[in-house]
T-cell receptor, first 108, second 117 residues
Framework: GQNIDQPTEMTATEGAIVQINCTYQTSGFNGLFWYQQHAGEAPTFLSYNVLDGLEEKGRFSSFLSRSKGYSYLLLKELQMKDSASYLCAPTNDYKLSFGAGTTVTVRA | DAGITQSPRHKVTETGTPVTLRCHQTENHRYMYWYRQDPGHGLRLIHYSYGVKDTDKGEVSDGYSVSRSKTEDFLLTLESATSSQTSVYFC????????????????FGPGTRLTVL
């Protein structure tokens, strides 16, 4: 079975940093995706980690520890447009399993 | 995005009626997926397809059937809709040509909001 845990909600101030943690237990693992989903829209790709370590892409970074079943998404220099849900999704090749998502609210 | 479309985008129907949702892709991808998304549950896989006439069940397949008679179309059918099937349905394809994406990445359609009264 699949067990994916991430916090339900987080609030932060514009310009700040927020870290969204995700722990997972899945049958089979190839890598882990993070998706962003604005209200009423489809999820869109943010990052993909296959190997342990940190992947940086602009204001967003994602970290993976395969041995610990742990990942985090780091959002820096928060902007109002970053208010959205962030979905953690481990993959076993052709199937993704999604966490319930973390709703991030950015306040001025 | 023109690569993947869903129809209808919104539908209201009554309990007990059959409903078919369509997912159409223009980029010849082998894998296609149907998910439902409900508050507190995230995205849950209903069915997926790995080729024409090749489909398999996901974690919440009861009450749903699918068909894929050609590469570009993946249909999701609710044989007899129930109120518990009120949800937002997303179709996805695996990978996307020419954008340098991860091999396993899934790209989502715009979604269909279905209400069963």
């Amino acid at each position: 079975g699949q067990n994916i845990d991430q916090p339900t909600e987080m609030t932060a101030t514009e310009g700040a940093i927020v870290q969204i943690n995700c722990t997972y237990q899945t049958s089979g693992f190839n890598g882990l995706f993070w998706y962003q989903q604005h209200a009423g829209e489809a999820p869109t790709f943010l990052s993909y980690n296959v190997l342990d370590g940190l992947e940086e892409k602009g204001r967003f970074s994602s970290f993976l520890s395969r041995s610990k079943g742990y990942s985090y998404l780091l959002l820096k220099e928060l902007q109002m447009k970053d208010s959205a849900s962030y979905l953690c999704a481990p993959t076993n090749d052709y199937k993704l399993s999604f966490g319930a998502g973390t709703t991030v609210t950015v306040r001025a | 995005d023109a690569g993947i479309t869903q129809s209808p985008r919104h539908k209201v129907t009554e309990t007990g009626t059959p409903v078919t949702l369509r997912c159409h892709q223009t980029e010849n991808h082998r894998y296609m997926y149907w998910y439902r998304q409900d508050p507190g549950h995230g995205l849950r896989l209903i069915h997926y397809s790995y080729g024409v006439k090749d489909t398999d069940k996901g974690e919440v397949s009861d009450g749903y059937s699918v068909s894929r008679s050609k590469t570009e179309d993946f249909l999701l059918t609710l044989e007899s809709a129930t109120s518990s099937q009120t949800s937002v349905y997303f179709c996805a394809i695996r990978g996307r040509e020419g954008v340098g994406l991860a091999d396993n990445e899934q790209f989502f359609g715009p979604g269909t909001r279905l209400t069963v009264l």
